[in-house]
C-alpha cells in the first residue's frame, strides 16, 4: 500500500552512512533515580482488552509511580529527515481529518477526552518530546516522561485537545495556514469540532469560509431516532513521529472506543486499566517507544562485499531518476495552502474499479497515468526529450519482524515514476492512459519488490538525514546572522555526460482503499462520511491524494496557491477530474 509523504526532493547528491542499523545507542530509561538501562524489547501497545467485548474489572491503579519514568532514544535517519525541517514553521506536520453523523448525546466532550487520554497512554510517541543539544543534531532524541497517576495523564491529553465549534474548511485551513500548532515539546494535538447549525452565526465574523476548498462531501442523510450532529476529528501530529498509515489505524481506534458500547465510565476503567499495565511495571525496564525505522528494517547480509553492492546499485538507481519537468512556478505572496477535493459517487466509484480491473491495474496505476497525460496536453511545447518524473511514498511495514510495539512510527520509503512527455499521434488518449498505467504498475512492483529495496531504503534514508542536517547547519547560522555563502565550486572541464536533471513534476500519495483500514461495522452508531488529510507544506509544494473512503473515491490536491501559475494548476486539475469522467465512466 502506497503510504503518504510530502517527500524532500529525491535525486541530489548526498553524503552516506555505513549500511548498519542506526548509529544511535540503545532506548534507554532514565531519571533522577538512575533506573536500570531498558532492554531492547517493547511492551505491546495493540495487545489491549477489546473494548467492545470484554469489559475489564476495575483496577488497582497506583496513586503516584514510585519515581518519575522518562524513556529517551535517539532519532532514526528517516525520523531525523523530517524533525529538523519542521523546526521553524511545521514543514510536514501532518493533519487526518474525518467528518461523521453520530447521536449528539453520544459525542460528549468527557467521551472524547477519555478516548484520547486512552490513545496516548498506548501510543506514547504521541506525547514524546524531541530534544537536541544546539547545532548537535545527531543527538536529537525523543524523551517520554510518564505521568505519576492516572490523573495527571488525563490532564496532559486535555492540554493537548481542543473542542470547538467550527467548520471543517476553518479547522483545516487554520492548521495550515496559520501559526503553528505543533512543535517539538507538543508534537500531537487533537482538534474535535461540532459543526455549528446552519442558522448560527460564525463565532469570528471576520473569518471567511474558504473559496479554495469547497465543501463537495455532502453528508448523508440523517435518519430519524436521537438527536443527530456532524463532527469534524482532526488529528495533527508531526511528520517525525508517523506517517500516512500511523494516523489512519489510530483513526479508527479513536472511532472503535467512542463509538463502541462502553459508557463513559467505562471508558474511564478501560483507561486506568492500560496506563497502569504500562507504567506500573515491576521491573520498569521495558521501554514503551516504539523502534526506529532503521532498526526495524532486516538487516544488511553479512557478505564483504554486500555493501559495496548496495552503494553501487543506488548510485545506479538515482542516475536512471531523470525527470525533466515541473508545474510553472509564480510567487504571488506568502505560503498559502489549498486543499480542494473532490469525491465520486459510490455508484462512479464502482464503475471505475470495475474498469481498472478490466485493464489489470488499480486506481493508483491510472492516477499516475493520468497526471502525466493531463500534463503533456497543457504543457508549452518542448522538453519532450525528458520524461515527467512524480515521486511518492512506499509503506516499509511489510518488511519489519513482528514486534509487539505501538503502530504510532514512521516507516516509509521512497521511489519515482517516469513516463514519456509527449502522446503520440498514431495512438488515442484512451490507448495511452492503459499504455501508461502498465508501465506504472511495472515500476511499482520493480521499486518495492526488488531484493534491493531495504538497502536502498537505508541508503535513502542516511543520505536525507545528511542532507537535513546541511540544511539546518545553514538555516540556524541565517537566523544567527552569521551566515555566509558558500564558495562557487572551481568548474573543471572533464570528458564527463553532462548532468541530467531530477526534478518531479508532483508528488502523489495514493493511500489505495482505506475502508480496508476503517471497521465501520464495529461502531454502527457513528457514520463516518469524509476524509482529508495532507500536511503543512514548504512555499511551492504540491502533493495529490487519491483513496477510496466510506465506497468512494476521493481525490485531492494539497498546494501552494501564491507559489504556482494559477492557470496551470487550474487546468491540471480540472484536466484530471475530467480525464477520470472521460476514461473511467
Known sequence: MID??????????????????????????????????????????????????????????????????????????????????????????????????APSALVTDARVHTVWAILRTRHPL??????????????ASFRYSATGSAGEELDRASENLRISTQT?????????????LLSKEQPAYLLFARERPTSAPPADETRPTPE??????????????PEQAEFHFCLCTTHYLGDGMALHKTANEFFHLLGGELSESDLTELFEREWAERYDLPGGDQSPLPEALEAKLPPVPIRSFAPQAAHVDFENMKRKTIGGHIMPRQ???PRKTTVPTVPFSKEETKQLLKECKKHGVTISHVIFALCNLVWAGIKLPGGEALPTMMYSAANLRQYFAHIPESHFYLAVGYFNIMLPSFIP?????????????????????????????????RLMAAERAEQAKRWAAEDDARAAGNWTPPTPPVPVHMDTQPKVPSQALLGLSMLGNLDAIYAHASYRR????????????????????A???????????????????????????NGLLEGVREHLL
Open 425 to 457: 499521434r498514431t495512438l488515442t488518449p484512451s490507448q495511452v492512459l492503459w499504455h501508461r498505467s502498465q508501465s506504472v504498475k511495472r515500476q511499482m512492483n520493480a521499486a518495492v519488490g526488488s531484493k534491493m529495496f531495504v538497502s536502498r531504503a
Open 212 to 225: 479554495a476548498s469547497p465543501r463537495l462531501d455532502t453528508p448523508p442523510a440523517v435518519t430519524e431516532g
Open 4 to 101: 503518504t509523504v510530502l517527500a524532500n526532493s529525491i535525486g541530489k547528491q548526498g553524503a552516506y552512512l555505513p549500511l548498519t542499523p542506526p548509529y544511535t545507542p540503545a532506548r534507554s530509561r532514565v531519571n533522577s533515580a538512575e533506573l536500570p538501562a531498558a532492554s531492547a524489547s517493547s511492551e505491546s501497545a495493540e495487545n489491549h482488552v477489546d473494548p467492545a467485548t470484554h469489559l475489564p474489572t476495575p483496577p488497582h491503579t497506583p496513586a503516584k509511580l514510585p519515581s518519575q519514568a522518562v524513556w529517551e532514544r535517539r532519532l532514526g535517519d528517516t525520523e531525523l529527515s523530517y524533525f529538523l525541517p519542521s523546526r521553524a514553521e511545521g514543514v510536514n506536520d501532518m493533519y487526518l481529518c474525518i467528518d461523521f453523523n
Open 547 to 573: 483513496y477510496t473512503f466510506a465506497g468512494r473515491l476521493w481525490l485531492s490536491l494539497g498546494y501552494d496557491e501564491n507559489g504556482f501559475e494559477k492557470e496551470s494548476v487550474g487546468r491540471f486539475w
Open 126 to 139: 504521541l506525547g514524546a518530546q524531541v530534544r537536541m543539544q544546539e547545532g548537535e543534531y545527531d543527538s
Open 168 to 180: 471543517k474548511d476553518e479547522v483545516i485551513l487554520d492548521y495550515l495556514n496559520g501559526p503553528r
Open 331 to 333: 510567487k504571488l505572496g
Open 526 to 545: 457513528l457514520e463516518l462520511h469524509g476524509l482529508t488529510t495532507g500536511s503543512r507544506q514548504r512555499g511551492g509544494a504540491m502533493l495529490l491524494f
